[in-house]
């Protein structure tokens, strides 16, 4: 991953969007879309991530 991809401001709030590659339908596949929702509870959990 790029360093431009980076967040580093602790007090930040940011907006992040993405594209998939190929549009994979993320939300309509239980397969991805668990590895995706697993994914941002590690994250939630591990690395200190707010969603909002």
């Known amino acids: 991953m790029?360093?431009?991809y980076?967040?580093?401001d602790p007090i930040g709030l940011y907006f992040i969007s993405f594209?998939?590659?190929g549009w994979v339908d993320l939300f309509t596949r239980r397969?991805?879309?668990d590895i995706l929702v697993d994914s941002l509870k590690h994250c939630q959990e591990h690395k200190g991530l707010?969603?909002?």
């Open 31 to 33: 397969e991805y879309r």
């Open 6 to 8: 980076k967040f580093h």
């Open 19 to 21: 594209a998939s590659v």
């Open 50 to 52: 707010l969603l909002y």
């Open 2 to 4: 790029s360093r431009r």
